[in-house]
């Protein structure tokens, strides 16, 4: 049965939906994964189709999606033979080819910057904001918010623009048990985005600063 979605949910979800991983989004709204992976497939459908124009056939775009899914499955092969190199040229690969597969361009781009990031004799380290952010989020989502912190420290003072490298310092912090630290981070990306106060608001990770006076402060409820 198709849950029904409340307005704010759906506009949340569709302000936050290329901003950060759907497990996390999953959290923050209290909705069961697949709900999201749906209701976030149906937002970026009614995207793309404004952005562009579709395929000229059901078999076109079948074709396409399939030739996409091939460069994502043929990364995470590469990926879990730790073939670093070989897994961002497939990643690179599919991002660069099919921007119009969100869904699949968000994990490839996730997997994408932790392949740059693990190639032992890599040219250069991680610059670019997003895939710090990508790279970050995957280190966080298994269980290494230490290396996640490291990870957005190597941002350099590099634009924050909507302040999502302070927001997931915040998270990985509070996961730590550093209450100090992660309200810090979250008043820096407050400060940038007023969007992130409403998602702390919903934030299971920030559930240890919950009765902090200045954590209600930041959230406006004091």
Not at 90 to 106: N, T, Y
Not at 113 to 141: C, M, Q, S, T
Not at 156 to 169: E, H, K, M, Q, W
């Amino acid at each position: 049965m198709s849950r029904h979605w409340t307005q704010d949910e759906v506009r949340w979800l569709r302000a936050n939906v290329d901003r950060m991983d759907l497990q996390s989004a999953s959290r923050a709204l209290g909705i069961p994964l697949v709900d999201v992976e749906r209701k976030a497939a149906e937002l970026r459908a009614e995207a793309a189709t404004a952005a562009r124009r579709p395929p000229a056939t059901h078999k076109e775009a079948a074709r396409e999606l399939s030739q996409a899914h091939r460069l994502f499955d043929r990364g995470m092969e590469h990926f879990h033979r730790r073939e670093m190199e070989a897994a961002a040229a497939a990643f690179g690969e599919l991002v660069d080819l099919h921007p119009d597969e969100r869904e699949l361009i968000d994990r490839a781009r996730t997997y994408l910057a932790v392949a740059r990031n693990g190639k032992k004799e890599r040219e250069k380290p991680l610059h670019d904001v997003v895939e710090i952010y990508h790279a970050a989020v995957f280190e966080k989502n298994r269980g290494d918010c230490r290396k996640a912190i490291e990870l957005v420290a190597s941002a350099n003072g590099a634009p924050d623009v909507d302040g999502r490298l302070c927001y997931l310092a915040a998270c990985c912090n509070a996961l730590l048990g550093r209450p100090a630290e992660a309200l810090d981070a979250l008043a820096r990306a407050i400060e940038i985005s007023g969007q992130n106060r409403i998602q702390a608001r919903l934030e299971a990770d920030l559930a240890s600063l919950k009765g902090e006076p200045r954590f209600e402060a930041l959230l406006g409820r004091s």
